[in-house]
Structure formats: structure tokens, C-alpha cells
């Protein structure tokens, strides 16, 4: 059931230990790590209820002799999660590398059939049930009961997806707290290393209208369950950092 992958992808969050820094969590790098090995500590795999295929995640030497992660999704679904506890205030922001090699053709962000994506970035924000309404808190103590953990009260999810424009930003097909931004879409980029960089706060305001709660936790995913594809994807070091133009 995708509805309680939603559940649990969110809740994963709050079940891992958190990476904590006074100033700003280093996400661990794929770049210091050795092709071939564990992934660094801090990152945790990712799994679904019901989802018996996993994405295969790799540490491998890219052209350029850096290490990156590699991604490949077969009829699949999987992912890694590092867990953060950031207050998600102005001048926050969330930058990353990644390239497609094969993508998802059949993807349509909007429909649950279509709910599958090369490449994305998730940032998890902590759960605040005071801004949630009766029957919203109702539904977090429901997964609670269910998976032992409240929930992140809301996501973002950046994504390669297959058709949409860039900058499109709906709900995700399955679960209502979170928003999905397409950051690139369609062919015309692929097999190229890309480089982005996100205000996490804006990003915020802009897709529930609301100050963001803090931020629990970043993850990455290239899945293909919903489609039947396959999708190859390569990360490079993803990164939260403070905007030169704040002075800090």
C-alpha cells in the first residue's frame, strides 16, 4: 500500500538518531568516502511496507575520479535517509549534485500511477500538531499508533520529473503533507552532472503558505515501483549551508 509507504517514509525520520551540529548539520559525503564501500555513517536505507524490491545504492568513481552514489531502480523502491535537527530559518539552504542516465518515461507527477521519479531530494520538517487541525492530528496519532512515531508534519520533494514543467509544485499523489517541485523534467538534460541549490524556508512559505517547522531530516530516492521501469540516477554530496548573503 503506497499510502502506508507515505506513513512510514515520514516516520522513518523521527526513528533514526539525528545528526546534530550547534550551527549547521554536515550531511555526510559521498566525496570522502571509498568506491566500493559503506556508505558513510549517518545515512540509513530507507524501506516501505509491501515494497519487496529494493533501489540498488552503490558507492562507485565517477569520471572525474570523485566518488558519487550510484542509483538503479528496477520495478523498485528504496531509499537513504540522514536525520538533521536544523531550525529552518531564512538564509538556510539545501544544495546538491546529481545526473540521470535512464529515466522514467511514464512518470506523471500528478497521479499515484505515475508517482516515480529518476531522482529526488526529500526534506522532512518535525511535527508541530498545534498547527494542525483536529482531524489532521487525529490522522498523525493514527499513524503513531500505527508505527510507534509521529510522523514529520510535512515534506518537500524535489524531482526530476518526466513530463512536467520546471517549477510546477503540487501535492504528492499520496500524501497531502507533502509537496513536490520539479526541479528538472523531460530528456533534454540527461547525462549531465547538474548542480542546485534550493531556499528550504521559501521553498516552504510558498508550498503551504505557513513558517516552516524545523527540519528533521534530508533523504534521496530513485524509484520505479509504480511505473514497472528502470531509472539509473548518480548523487553527488548533498549539503545544507548558510547563504553568503546573510553575513554568518
Given at each position: ?28 559525503p ?14 540509513t536505507?530507507?524501506?516501505?511496507p ?10 562507485v ?16 523502491a528504496?531509499?537513504l ?9 531564512d538564509g538556510?539552504r539545501?544544495?546538491?549534485?546529481w ?10 507527477v ?21 498547527r494542525?487541525?483536529?482531524?489532521e ?10 508505527l510507534g ?7 518537500l520533494?524535489y524531482?526530476?520529473d ?7 509544485v ?5 500524501e497531502?503533507?507533502?509537496r513536490?517541485?520539479v526541479?528538472?523534467?523531460g530528456?533534454a538534460?540527461?547525462?549531465?552532472w547538474?548542480?542546485?541549490?534550493r ?6 512559505r510558498?508550498a503551504?503558505?505557513?513558517e ?9 530516492m530513485?524509484?520505479?515501483d509504480?511505473t514497472?521501469e ?19
Amino acid at each position: 500500500m503506497r499510502l502506508a509507504r507515505a506513513a512510514a517514509a515520514l516516520v522513518a525520520f523521527a526513528l533514526t538518531p539525528a545528526i546534530l551540529a550547534q550551527d549547521i548539520p554536515a550531511i555526510p559525503p559521498f566525496s570522502t568516502a571509498a568506491a566500493g564501500g559503506p556508505l558513510p555513517a549517518g545515512w540509513t536505507p530507507l524501506t516501505f511496507p509491501h515494497i519487496a524490491r529494493h533501489t540498488s545504492y552503490a558507492l562507485v568513481r565517477g569520471a572525474d575520479g570523485g566518488v558519487v552514489l550510484r542509483a538503479e531502480a528496477d520495478a523498485s523502491a528504496s531509499g537513504l535517509m540522514a536525520k538533521v535537527d536544523l531550525p529552518a530559518h531564512d538564509g538556510i539552504r539545501l544544495g546538491w549534485r546529481w545526473k540521470v542516465e535512464r529515466p522514467i518515461e511514464r512518470g506523471d507527477v500528478t497521479r499515484k500511477a505515475g508517482d516515480d521519479y529518476a531522482a529526488r531530494i526529500y526534506v522532512a520538517f518535525r511535527y508541530t500538531p498545534e498547527r494542525l487541525s483536529v482531524l489532521e492530528r487525529a490522522r498523525f496519532e493514527l499513524v503513531r499508533l500505527w508505527l510507534g512515531e509521529y510522523p514529520p508534519h510535512a515534506g518537500l520533494n524535489y524531482i526530476w520529473d518526466a513530463r512536467a514543467p520546471v517549477g510546477t509544485v503540487v501535492p504528492n499523489a499520496y500524501e497531502r503533507r507533502v509537496r513536490m517541485i520539479v526541479v528538472e523534467s523531460g530528456s533534454a538534460r540527461l547525462g549531465r552532472w547538474l548542480d542546485y541549490e534550493r531556499d528550504i524556508a521559501a521553498d516552504y512559505r510558498a508550498a503551504f503558505g505557513e513558517e516552516p517547522p524545523p527540519v528533521a531530516g534530508v533523504a534521496l530516492m530513485t524509484d520505479a515501483d509504480d511505473t514497472g521501469e528502470r531509472a539509473l540516477a548518480y548523487y553527488g554530496d548533498v549539503v545544507l549551508r548558510r547563504a553568503a548573503s546573510t553575513g554568518r
